[in-house]
């Protein structure tokens, strides 16, 4: 099992910027490539960035690309997303979630075995 925490989410004006962090625990956190997810009120779960375990590989949905950037730390058990230029449609409650297996482009919440409880994002114009 592993277990995910996110924080740092909180209400920022269009243009500005925020990090979420995850912290995980339980198994070896370098084992696994992590990415975060997002859902805004009466849509579905959407992804947004991934990285791979050793945290050499990233890829990013169009909508953020330019404007995010994921970033893990392994010796602190943790993965950031930063997100720059906010708008108010990246509104939504932010997932972090854990996949083991190799490294590919997994898009899909259903590859994913493990998430955290989400945390809020409230971009305002």
């Known amino acids: 099992q592993v277990q995910l925490v996110e924080s740092g989410g909180g209400s920022v004006q269009a243009g500005g910027s925020l990090r979420v962090s995850c912290a995980a625990s339980g198994r070896t956190f370098s084992n696994y490539n992590m990415g975060w997810f997002r859902q805004a009120p009466g849509k579905e779960r959407e992804f947004v960035a991934a990285?791979?375990?050793?945290?050499?590989?990233?890829y990013y949905a169009d909508s953020v690309k330019g404007r995010f950037t994921i970033l893990r730390d392994n010796a602190k058990n943790t993965v950031y997303l930063q997100m720059n230029s906010l708008k108010p449609e990246d509104t939504a409650v932010y997932y972090c979630?854990?996949?083991?297996?190799?490294?590919?482009?997994?898009?899909?919440?259903?590859?994913?075995?493990?998430w955290g409880q989400g945390t809020q994002v409230t971009v305002s114009s």
């Open positions: 990285i791979s375990w050793g945290g050499g590989n990233t």
């Open positions: 979630a854990a996949r083991g297996g190799g490294w590919y482009d997994a898009r899909r919440p259903s590859e994913y075995a493990y």
